[in-house]
Structures are given as structure tokens and as C-alpha cells.
């Protein structure tokens, strides 16, 4: 079946530090891949994804590329700032253009950007 | 424009015991999926309503149950409460009835159950 696996946290960073947050996947066919956030006390809310190999989704000065050959799909951002801090979720659908999407989550990763 | 809603927030029930929670899902869209969070955890797929009928469906077993309304909103049922249903249930909605699937789930804030 379909998994995520992503870096356990926290990751505790300083403002304009750089962000890597590792994520990789097991998918039968060619999955849809997702960035969710998690703010503290609200929902979680789609950040970026990319839908075949080699896209790069980018939203809000994040970015991640849909590597195929690595099965990987890893977060970045080049200078965090505190309102970053949030728990960051990657996580895939199998079910791309078709009727009833269903998203496999990793477990997540809390991310604290001190001032 | 209303976003996913969710009711209630939180609540506690003790083991044996049968909850209901509902969702109403975002303006214009048409179907709705439960996810359960566990403390620290990822969300993970429950099922899936469209139609009035369960489309999708996870690895849980039949003590949760669902239903979807004629106006889309959707009603989560768990019976016979475990300790280990205590989690963050999450309700997400999506336009996907035409085939149209952008891949995008808009998410509530969830209703926290704990089972003592």
C-alpha cells in the first residue's frame, strides 16, 4: 500500500535559517504529491504539491520537487521567519484527475523558528 | 465565504459509549472525507462520502459508521468507544463529483473526542 515517510521533529531553526524537511514516498502508478500545514489552533491547509515528476510546487517562499527516481519530495525554504512555525505534513494521493481523492499523511513535522 | 465546519470542538466520552460528529463541508463543494489525527501523528483516511453514499474507506473498523445529507453536510458515528479513539477527527471537503480533482482538500479544525 501507499506510505510516507517523513523527518521526525522538532526542527528548531533561527529566523532566516534554512529549511530542509525530508520526505519520501512508496506509491503503486504515479502518485500526486502535497505539503499541508498545520498552524497552531487552526486546520490544515494545503501549502504546495506537484502532480508528475520533475515539478516543483512553490507557494509562500517554500519549495519542493517531485523527484521520481529518489521517490522524494523534500520541503525547503531558503530563510524562515516565526510565523513559519507550524507542524508541516507530506503526504500523496493515488487518485490524480479521478473521482474521490484520498491523501496517505506522513506523521509530520513541527518546525519552531525562534526570533 | 464559509469554510469546513466542524461541531462540537471538543468532547470527553467514556468507553462503551457512542459519538456524532458532524461536518458541514466548504461552499460549492460536494464530498467529504473523516480523517482520525492521533496525538502526534499524521491524519489517516477514514472514508470518503459523495452522493449519500460511502465511496472510500480506510482500515477502521465498523464501529465507525457515516452518513452524508442531501445538503452535503456529513455525520461521523463511532460506537463502542475505545481509549484508543481518543483523537483529533478531522473533516475534509472537496469538489470532485465531476471528475474535476484538483488534488486540494479544505480541512476543519476538527473535534477532539477523549475516551476515558
Known amino acids: 500500500g501507499n506510505s510516507v515517510t517523513q523527518m521526525e521533529g522538532p526542527v528548531t531553526l533561527s529566523e532566516e535559517a534554512f529549511l530542509t524537511i525530508n520526505c519520501t514516498y512508496t506509491?503503486?502508478?504515479?502518485?500526486?504529491l502535497f505539503w499541508y500545514v498545520q498552524y497552531p489552533g487552526e486546520g490544515l491547509q494545503l501549502l504546495l504539491k506537484a502532480t508528475k515528476a520533475d515539478d516543483k510546487g512553490s507557494n509562500k517562499g517554500f519549495e519542493a520537487t517531485y523527484r521520481k527516481e529518489t521517490t522524494s519530495f523534500h520541503l525547503e525554504k531558503g530563510s524562515v521567519q516565526v510565523s513559519d512555525s507550524a507542524v508541516y505534513f507530506c503526504?500523496?494521493?493515488?487518485?490524480?484527475?479521478?473521482?474521490?481523492?484520498?491523501?496517505?499523511f506522513g506523521g509530520g513535522t513541527r518546525v519552531l523558528v525562534k526570533p | 465565504d464559509a469554510g469546513v465546519t466542524q461541531s462540537p470542538t471538543h468532547l470527553i466520552k467514556t468507553r462503551g459509549q457512542q459519538v456524532t460528529l458532524r461536518c458541514s463541508p466548504k461552499?460549492?463543494?460536494?464530498?467529504v472525507s473523516w480523517y482520525q489525527q492521533a496525538l502526534g501523528q499524521g491524519p489517516q483516511f477514514i472514508f470518503q462520502y459523495y452522493e449519500e453514499e460511502e465511496r472510500q474507506r480506510g482500515n477502521f473498523p465498523d464501529r465507525f459508521s457515516g452518513h452524508q445529507f442531501p445538503n452535503y453536510s456529513s455525520e461521523l458515528n463511532v460506537n463502542a468507544l475505545l481509549l484508543g479513539d481518543s483523537a483529533l477527527y478531522l473533516c475534509?471537503?472537496?469538489?470532485?463529483?465531476?471528475?474535476?480533482?484538483?488534488?486540494?482538500?479544505?480541512f476543519g479544525e476538527g473535534s477532539r473526542l477523549t475516551v476515558l
Open positions: 475534509a471537503s472537496s469538489l470532485d463529483g465531476q471528475g474535476v480533482n484538483t488534488g486540494e482538500l479544505f
Open positions: 503526504a500523496l494521493s493515488d487518485r490524480w484527475g479521478a473521482a474521490g481523492n484520498k491523501l496517505t
Open positions: 461552499s460549492g463543494h460536494d464530498t
Open positions: 506509491a503503486t502508478g504515479y502518485p500526486s
